[in-house]
C-alpha cells in the first residue's frame, strides 16, 4: 500500500460516520496531512451543513500549514453553489497545493468541473487512487446519478425450509423468523438507508412500524404501495413517527411493470436508496424487474413445514455470517 491508498483508506473510514444522515449527498471523508502528519480531518455534515473538506479544513489549528498540506478526499470536491458554496473554492482560498481524489464525481453539477479549477488554480491533482472502493464507499449516490434511480436493498427473513410466512395467522403481528439480533441490525440498516418500502399486505398482515426503535438513528422515509387505497389510516404506517409515501393506483398503472416506475418516482423524489421489505409479492417484482443491487436474506432456525415460499432471486454471493442462531447471506446483483 502506497502512501496516498493510505490517506484514502482513512478518508473512507471517518466518512462512514456520515451514514444515513447526510443523505441525498454522499458521505465523503476528508483527511489533510502536512509532513506526513494528519493535521485535520472531516465528514460531510447532516445535509445542509458543512461538507467533509469544509470541516477538514475547520478542524486544523494552524491554517499556515495547509500551503505546504496535502488534501485526501474520497469524492471530488464540487464546483457549484448548493446549500453551501463551492469546497473547490475553499480550497483554493486556502492555497492547498496538493489533492489526491479517489474517484470524480458524476453528478452532471460537478463531473470534472472540481478538478479543473483546482488544475486552473495550479493545484497538483491526483485522481484514481483506491478508485474501486471509493466507488463503492459512494454506491447509493453513483446509482442514483448514474442509474436514475435509487439504490435498492431487498431484505427477507426465512426458515430453513425456505418459507417468509406461515400460512396462517391469528393476530395482526409479524411471526417472527429471526432472532432479537438480527432484527436490532435491521434497524441499524433502517438508519442506514433514506427510505424504507413495504406492499399493502405486509400492512395488513403485520402492522409495522418500519422505524428504528431498536437503534439509534433516523427514521427512514415510509414506502406503502396501496394501490386502490385501501388501507384504514389506524395502521402504525400512518402515525406521526415518520414520514409516510403511499404509492397507489393515482401515480403509476399497476397493470405495467411495476418496480421501474416506482424507481422513476422515487428518483423524481430525490430518494437514493431505499430497502424492501416485503412481502413477498413486492419483493419478487422488484427481483423479477432486475432492479435490486443487494439482497440481504436471514435464515432463521425455526420450521414451518408449509406456508408462504420466500422469494426466489439469482445473484452473486459476497458474505455469509452467523448471527447468534441466524445465517445471514448477502447478495450483490452482477
Given at each position: 500500500?502506497?502512501?496516498h491508498e493510505k490517506y484514502i483508506?482513512?478518508?473512507?473510514e471517518?466518512?462512514?460516520n456520515?451514514?444515513?444522515?447526510?443523505r441525498p449527498?454522499?458521505?465523503?471523508?476528508c483527511v489533510i496531512?502536512h509532513?506526513?502528519?494528519?493535521i485535520g480531518?472531516?465528514?460531510t455534515s447532516?445535509y445542509?451543513?458543512?461538507?467533509?473538506?469544509?470541516?477538514?479544513?475547520?478542524?486544523?489549528?494552524?491554517k499556515?500549514l495547509?500551503k505546504?498540506a496535502?488534501?485526501y478526499?474520497?469524492l471530488?470536491?464540487c464546483?457549484?453553489?448548493?446549500?453551501?458554496p463551492?469546497?473547490?473554492?475553499l480550497?483554493?482560498?486556502?492555497n492547498?497545493?496538493?489533492?489526491?481524489?479517489?474517484?470524480?464525481d458524476?453528478?452532471?453539477k460537478?463531473?470534472g468541473k472540481?478538478?479543473?479549477?483546482?488544475?486552473n488554480?495550479g493545484?497538483?491533482v491526483?485522481?484514481?487512487v483506491?478508485?474501486?472502493e471509493?466507488k463503492?464507499?459512494?454506491?447509493?449516490?453513483?446509482?442514483?446519478?448514474?442509474?436514475k434511480?435509487?439504490?435498492?436493498?431487498?431484505k427477507?427473513?426465512?426458515?430453513?425450509?425456505?418459507?417468509?410466512?406461515?400460512?396462517?395467522?391469528k393476530?395482526?403481528k409479524?411471526?417472527w423468523i429471526s432472532n432479537?439480533?438480527?432484527r436490532?441490525l435491521?434497524?441499524?440498516?433502517?438508519?442506514?438507508?433514506?427510505?424504507?418500502?413495504?406492499?399493502?399486505n405486509?400492512?395488513?398482515?403485520?402492522?409495522?412500524?418500519?422505524?428504528?426503535?431498536?437503534?439509534?438513528?433516523?427514521n427512514?422515509?415510509?414506502?406503502?404501495l396501496?394501490k386502490n387505497?385501501k388501507?384504514p389510516?389506524n395502521?402504525?404506517?400512518?402515525?406521526?413517527?415518520?414520514q409516510?409515501?403511499?404509492?397507489?393506483?393515482?401515480?403509476?398503472d399497476?397493470?405495467?411493470d411495476?418496480?421501474?416506475?416506482i424507481?422513476?418516482?422515487?428518483?423524481?423524489?430525490?430518494?437514493?436508496?431505499?430497502?424492501?421489505?416485503?412481502?413477498?409479492?413486492?419483493l419478487?417484482t422488484?427481483?423479477?424487474?432486475?432492479?435490486?443491487?443487494?439482497?440481504?436474506i436471514?435464515?432463521g432456525?425455526?420450521?414451518?413445514?408449509?406456508?408462504?415460499?420466500?422469494p426466489?432471486?439469482?445473484?452473486?454471493?459476497i458474505?455469509?455470517?452467523?448471527i447468534?442462531?441466524d445465517i445471514?447471506k448477502?447478495?450483490?446483483n452482477?
Amino acid at each position: 500500500m502506497n502512501i496516498h491508498e493510505k490517506y484514502i483508506k482513512r478518508c473512507i473510514e471517518i466518512a462512514k460516520n456520515g451514514l444515513g444522515s447526510t443523505r441525498p449527498n454522499p458521505m465523503v471523508g476528508c483527511v489533510i496531512v502536512h509532513n506526513s502528519i494528519i493535521i485535520g480531518e472531516g465528514f460531510t455534515s447532516t445535509y445542509g451543513g458543512n461538507h467533509a473538506e469544509v470541516n477538514a479544513i475547520n478542524s486544523v489549528v494552524d491554517k499556515n500549514l495547509l500551503k505546504d498540506a496535502t488534501q485526501y478526499v474520497t469524492l471530488e470536491p464540487c464546483s457549484h453553489f448548493g446549500k453551501t458554496p463551492p469546497c473547490s473554492d475553499l480550497i483554493i482560498k486556502y492555497n492547498i497545493p496538493n489533492v489526491v481524489i479517489g474517484c470524480i464525481d458524476d453528478n452532471i453539477k460537478v463531473a470534472g468541473k472540481g478538478v479543473e479549477k483546482l488544475k486552473n488554480a495550479g493545484c497538483q491533482v491526483t485522481v484514481g487512487v483506491l478508485e474501486d472502493e471509493c466507488k463503492k464507499h459512494h454506491k447509493r449516490f453513483f446509482t442514483f446519478h448514474n442509474k436514475k434511480r435509487p439504490y435498492i436493498i431487498l431484505k427477507w427473513a426465512e426458515t430453513k425450509d425456505g418459507f417468509i410466512a406461515p400460512e396462517t395467522k391469528k393476530e395482526q403481528k409479524p411471526v417472527w423468523i429471526s432472532n432479537e439480533y438480527s432484527r436490532q441490525l435491521t434497524h441499524k440498516w433502517r438508519a442506514e438507508e433514506q427510505a424504507i418500502l413495504v406492499g399493502t399486505n405486509t400492512v395488513l398482515q403485520d402492522n409495522p412500524s418500519l422505524t428504528v426503535r431498536d437503534w439509534t438513528g433516523q427514521n427512514p422515509i415510509r414506502i406503502v404501495l396501496d394501490k386502490n387505497l385501501k388501507l384504514p389510516k389506524n395502521q402504525a404506517v400512518f402515525n406521526d413517527e415518520a414520514q409516510t409515501m403511499v404509492i397507489s393506483k393515482n401515480n403509476i398503472d399497476f397493470s405495467k411493470d411495476v418496480a421501474i416506475q416506482i424507481c422513476d418516482l422515487l428518483f423524481q423524489k430525490d430518494i437514493n436508496s431505499v430497502i424492501i421489505e416485503g412481502g413477498k409479492h413486492t419483493l419478487q417484482t422488484f427481483i423479477d424487474e432486475n432492479l435490486w443491487d443487494e439482497a440481504r436474506i436471514f435464515t432463521g432456525d425455526v420450521q414451518f413445514n408449509k406456508g408462504l415460499k420466500a422469494p426466489h432471486l439469482h445473484g452473486k454471493l459476497i458474505s455469509e455470517e452467523n448471527i447468534k442462531d441466524d445465517i445471514l447471506k448477502t447478495y450483490r446483483n452482477d
